[in-house]
């Protein structure tokens, strides 16, 4: 009876981990170190690709947490992304995803609002094949929002997510914290993608027709160092994003979903200032 082959050891699962970044100097490095400590327990193996945004002196100083991170033996590098190639976050997601090194992708921001330790729960969805995308949720079971958020912010949080909803099943469209396939993304890049504000997550699900979306329960947390970037310009960018992918989804009934998109958004103003005031 011949001897049976020694079995074959399973082909190690591979992830990018796409972060776009500005003025993120500080939070870097654990970022990186908490990131791979997570992913070595998980038996990935990654690469971690920053995409900074030029800022003169922050961008120095990130190069520089690069470089002795490498020295330090990890897999990151950084593409510091010129005025020619683009400008706001989610064209420099579109940008990074186009240069990861692996068949399946993870976003996150820099920031630690996201944290390092979700990553291999977020990706595994997709690299087990069970989802086309998977989403680090605030709102399913086992997700929350660390810290209490003023009530203006939760009123345009809960708007915002309203909005989108008849665009997607997802709870949390908003959530920056998404992994998918390169295939998949290419999916999306052929009928054109039209990244703009924040909320690239929501473009990518509807332009590259993600039907299997995975939520995976996350714990926001606050910003740990630097200088929130959402504004209200950010707020209007996502109000004309809306625009683009009603158009995109609903061509047909395109007068009714702006007539709607506009009243909601209208009335969501209405009280935000309220508030406010």
Request: hydrophobic share 50%; aromatic share 6%.
């Amino acid at each position: 009876m011949p001897a049976r082959s020694p079995a074959r050891s399973r082909a190690p699962r591979t992830l990018s981990v796409v972060v776009p970044c500005y003025e993120e100097a500080l939070n870097v490095k654990p970022l990186t170190t908490r990131l791979f400590k997570a992913l070595r327990a998980a038996k990935l193996e990654a690469e971690l690709l920053l995409v900074d945004d030029d800022s003169g002196q922050g961008t120095v100083d990130t190069l520089a947490a690069v470089a002795a991170l490498q020295k330090d033996g990890y897999a990151v590098r950084a593409h510091v992304r010129r005025r020619h190639e683009g400008s706001g976050l989610s064209s420099a997601v579109v940008l990074g995803i186009g240069m990861a090194r692996h068949a399946v992708v993870l976003v996150m921001d820099a920031d630690l609002q996201h944290e390092p330790e979700s990553v291999p729960a977020v990706a595994a969805p997709v690299l087990d094949g069970a989802a086309d995308f998977a989403v680090g949720s605030r709102h399913v079971g086992g997700g929350e929002v660390d810290g209490s958020w003023p009530l203006a912010r939760r009123v345009i949080s809960w708007g915002a997510t309203a909005l989108a909803r008849p665009l997607t099943a997802c709870s949390d469209p908003m959530s920056g914290f998404f992994c998918l396939r390169r295939d998949t993304f290419d999916r999306g890049a052929a009928v054109g993608l039209n990244p703009m504000g924040y909320k690239i997550g929501l473009e990518l699900m509807v332009r590259c027709g993600c039907a299997r979306v995975a939520e995976v329960p996350i714990t926001f947390r606050d910003r740990e160092a630097g200088a929130s970037k959402l504004t209200m310009k950010q707020n209007m960018l996502y109000l004309r994003h809306l625009a683009h992918l009603y158009a995109f989804a609903y061509p047909k009934t395109l007068a009714l979903a702006l007539a709607a998109l506009v009243a909601l958004a209208a009335a969501l103003v209405r009280l935000a200032l309220a508030l406010l005031s």
